[in-house]
């Protein structure tokens, strides 16, 4: 069976001054620190940045999932989600 079949892992981050935890996969841990790595940003500062824009939106989801949702966006599009 592939790897990538793992339950979430929990991770503390800091958004905005403030630390909470995330659960993800991880394999989305793995893209998310990938993603920061070609933003040229830190995990917790490309997580700010999602949270943001998760807020911003006319229906925003849980961090998570916007998270989740980023990631396959990206990488579908190449970084114009």
Request: glycine share 12%; charged share 20%.
């Amino acid at each position: 069976m592939p790897q990538f079949y793992h339950p979430p892992v929990k991770r503390s981050v800091e958004i905005a001054g403030h630390r909470t935890s995330i659960s993800l996969e991880p394999l989305f841990w793995d893209m998310l620190r990938q993603a920061a790595a070609r933003e040229g940003m830190p995990v917790n500062g490309l997580v700010g940045r999602i949270d943001e824009e998760r807020i911003a939106s006319s229906t925003p989801c849980g961090l998570a999932g916007a998270i989740r949702l980023w990631l396959v966006a990206h990488g579908r599009t190449g970084g114009e989600g």
